[in-house]
């Protein structure tokens, strides 16, 4: 899969069939090792990212294909997997990490709601009995997040989720108190966030707080959307 062609993972050819981002439509779109594909295949996903669906342009016709597919990617830290590991030490050479990182540019993850950074566990809190929230409970709240959403766009059959909010829906929906006005701009302005990450902070931090049963944007679902942007802090990679 790493080394796919930009045809084979948008569609096109002279005779034009689906890619495999069409394939995935209403679905989800798993891409491991990320930083191992080609930076041209990888580019030419941000289309489809934006307006979910592939423009595919001939002499004598245009085809569309659709692509609302949910982009789920991993990525190791950097090429040796233990850069930021609690114990073990980095072995990569002085700026390997940063060159690795940038082969994700930042275009693309403006376009990744949610960047996670998952740390290795250790024994004690794999051996813990400590109970963990059940799924059941997990998938009842999700439920009643998509009930809220399909209220909240029951008059546009063409929306289905906050994620697919146009940034004048966002502004009118998405509203905020000063306190998180403030604290956005200081993230902002320490983040060097786009414009498009502006609006995919607010529509995570509404899917939160769909989450979370308010009908209003906290200042806590705020700061939760704010740290899903890891990977657009300076210095990240040291």
């Not at 891409?31 to 295949?41: C, G």
């Not at 030419?44 to 423009?55: F, G, Y």
């Not at 566990?121 to 809220?148: G, M, P, Q, Y």
Request: with cysteine; glycine share 6%.
């Amino acid at each position: 899969m790493k080394t796919i062609t930009d045809v084979a993972l948008v569609g096109g050819g002279s005779n034009p069939q689906p890619g495999e981002i069409s394939l995935a439509h209403n679905g989800v779109l798993f891409l491991d090792e990320l930083p191992e594909f080609k930076r041209t295949a990888l580019e030419v996903m941000r289309q489809p990212l934006e307006e979910r669906r592939v423009t595919i342009s001939r002499a004598k016709f245009t085809v569309d294909y659709p692509s609302s597919f949910m982009l789920v990617a991993s990525m190791n830290p950097c090429p040796c997997g233990y850069f930021n590991h609690p114990e073990k030490e980095c072995v990569c050479p002085p700026g390997v990490v940063q060159k690795y990182l940038s082969k994700i540019s930042g275009p693309l993850l403006d376009r990744i709601d949610l960047h996670v950074e998952v740390t290795p566990v250790n024994f004690n809190e794999l051996a813990s009995d400590r109970l963990a929230e059940k799924s059941e409970l997990i998938r009842d709240r999700v439920i009643k997040a998509r009930e809220i959403q399909a209220e909240r766009f029951g008059s546009r059959p063409d929306l289905h989720a906050n994620a697919q909010m146009s940034p004048q829906m966002v502004r009118d929906i998405c509203k905020i108190t000063t306190a998180g006005q403030n604290l956005l701009k200081k993230a902002m302005e320490k983040l060097g966030l786009s414009a498009r990450a502006y609006d995919r902070i607010l529509k995570v931090a509404r899917t939160i707080a769909d989450l979370a049963g308010s009908e209003e944007i906290q200042l806590e679902h705020l700061a939760e959307a704010i740290n899903f942007r890891s990977l657009d802090r300076e210095g990240w990679a040291g």
